[in-house]
C-alpha cells in the first residue's frame, strides 16, 4: 500500500492485524509527524471476512483499516493462524522483508508468537533497537512462577524502549526488571474522532434504537457492550440487575458469544415477551454502529473478572458516558475513579456489583452528581488520546539506544 512519503527515521512496526484501535493511530501518525514507517501484518483477519472464536460469526471491520499510511501483509504459514497458539503467527518472510525495508528501529507488538521473537532476534542480530508496546498486566496473577520471571527477565533485557499504556502495564515491566528510564508513557488510546457524542448522525441513531426498543426518553439505560463470555460476566450484571429491579431502568447488551442463549434464557423467565422487564439484547455492532450505542446509555458497565485494558471504556467516556468497571479491568486506575469519574466493584463478590450499581443509577439520578460525573469523565478521557500516545512513542524514539 502506498502513502506519501515522509523525511525522518525509519520505524519498522510489526503487529498481528490491522485492528480498529490501532489503524487510526497509524494514520494520525503519518499525519502528524516525520516519521517514516511501514507497518508488517501477520495476519489479514479484520480485512477479510472471518469468524471470531468468541462472537462465534464472521467479523470484518466497517472502518477503513488500510489507507493513509505504510503497510505489507506478510504470509503467514500457519494451518490456524491467530494469536491462541505460539505458532498462530508463522512468518518466515517477515525478517527478509525487515532486511529489505531496513529500518531504524522496530516497534514490536507482542512476544508470544513465533514470529514476533523472530523479529526481536533478528533485530538485536543487527543492532536495530526494539521499543516494545503490550497491555499485559499482573492482575489476578500476582506471583507468576520461577521460570516465568526469568523468561521475561531475559526478554525485557533486550529491549531499548518500553511504551507502557497504563499503571497496571507499568507494574508489569517493572515486576520483570524493566528500568524506569526505559519506562515511557503512551496511554490506550481509540479514535475520538469516531466516537464524538456531537455528531448529529450519532445522536439521530441512538433516538432510533431507543424508539425500536420501546425504551422511554427518560428510562436509564445501562449497557453493556462486549462478546458474551464468561470471563466479561455479562451473567453476573444480568444477575445484579434482576435483584435490584431499579425502576424506570433498561439493561441493553450489545453483542454476539457463547453466553448470549443462556442470559437469554434468564432474563425471559416469566416474562411474556423480550424486554417487558427492561432487558434487550442488541447483536454486534460494527465499530462504525458504536457510537449511536453508547449513546443510548447513562452507564456502561464492562464486569470483567480479567481484562489487559478494556478499550470500550474509552470508547464509553469519549461519548461522555461513565463506566463502572471490575477492579480486574486493566483501565480502572487510570480512567475509573469511584465516585468521581465512574463507579467500581470487587470482581468476585456479586453484591458489591449490585451495590456499585444502585450508587451509579442513584448518581444518574440527582442532576448535581450526574453532570459532576460527566465533567470529569470529559477530563480525564482528554488525556487519553492520539496525541498523547504519539507524544509517548516519540520521546521513546528520542532516546533510544540499541
Not at 86 to 100: I, K, M, V
Not at 102 to 123: C, E, I, M, V
Not at 128 to 133: A, D, E
Not at 368 to 380: E, H, K, N, P, Y
Request: hydrophobic fraction near 45%; charged fraction near 20%.
Amino acid at each position: 500500500m502506498n502513502a506519501v512519503p515522509a523525511q525522518g527515521p525509519r520505524l519498522a512496526v510489526v503487529l498481528s492485524h490491522p485492528t480498529q484501535y490501532y489503524s487510526p493511530w497509524f494514520q494520525s501518525l503519518r499525519a502528524s509527524t516525520s516519521i517514516e514507517f511501514r507497518v508488517f501484518y501477520l495476519w489479514d483477519f479484520g480485512v477479510e471476512a472471518k469468524t471470531d472464536p468468541e462472537f462465534g460469526t464472521p467479523i470484518r471491520w466497517d472502518v477503513d483499516l488500510l489507507s493513509g499510511y505504510d503497510s505489507e501483509f506478510v504470509p503467514n504459514i500457519a494451518a490456524h493462524p491467530g494469536a491462541e497458539s505460539f505458532y498462530g503467527f508463522d512468518n518466515p518472510g517477515l525478517t527478509r522483508r525487515l532486511a529489505q525495508w531496513r529500518p531504524d528501529a522496530l516497534l514490536l507488538f507482542g512476544y508470544n508468537w513465533a514470529s514476533h521473537l523472530r523479529a526481536a532476534f533478528w533485530a538485536r542480530c543487527h543492532r536495530v533497537p526494539i521499543l516494545f508496546r503490550g497491555d499485559s498486566t499482573l492482575i489476578g496473577r500476582e506471583n507468576p512462577r520461577a521460570r516465568v520471571r526469568v523468561a521475561l527477565t531475559l526478554l525485557f533485557s533486550q529491549f531499548s524502549a518500553f511504551l507502557y499504556v497504563g499503571a497496571a502495564n507499568k507494574d508489569y515491566f517493572r515486576a520483570f526488571g524493566v528500568r524506569p528510564r526505559k519506562l515511557v508513557f503512551s496511554p490506550h488510546s481509540v479514535n475520538a474522532g469516531l466516537f464524538d457524542r456531537d455528531d448529529p448522525a450519532h445522536r439521530a441513531e441512538a433516538q432510533r434504537l431507543r424508539r425500536g426498543l420501546g425504551i422511554g426518553e427518560k428510562t436509564k439505560v445501562v449497557l453493556f457492550a462486549a462478546k458474551l463470555v464468561p470471563v466479561k460476566q455479562p451473567m453476573l450484571l444480568l444477575a445484579a440487575f434482576l435483584r435490584l429491579k431499579p425502576r424506570d431502568t433498561a439493561l441493553v447488551f450489545v453483542g454476539d458469544g457463547s453466553e448470549k442463549p443462556f442470559l437469554e434464557a434468564a432474563a425471559s423467565i416469566g416474562e411474556a415477551a423480550p424486554g417487558q422487564n427492561g432487558i434487550h439484547f442488541l447483536p454486534f455492532a460494527n465499530q462504525s454502529e458504536m457510537p449511536s450505542r453508547y449513546l443510548l446509555a447513562d452507564i456502561f458497565v464492562l464486569p470483567s473478572r480479567a481484562d489487559s485494558w478494556g478499550l470500550a471504556v474509552n470508547e464509553s467516556m469519549h461519548m461522555g458516558v461513565p463506566a463502572l468497571v471490575s477492579d480486574r479491568t486493566g483501565c480502572q486506575r487510570d480512567l475509573v475513579t469511584d465516585g468521581e469519574t465512574g463507579w467500581v466493584f470487587t470482581f468476585d463478590d456479586p453484591s458489591s456489583l449490585g451495590s456499585a450499581l444502585s450508587r451509579a443509577l442513584s448518581d444518574c439520578e440527582d442532576p448535581l452528581r450526574r453532570a459532576a460525573i460527566r465533567s470529569a469523565v470529559g477530563q480525564r478521557i482528554a488525556g487519553y488520546t492520539y496525541k498523547q500516545t504519539t507524544d509517548g512513542l516519540l520521546k521513546a524514539m528520542g532516546g533510544l539506544s540499541a
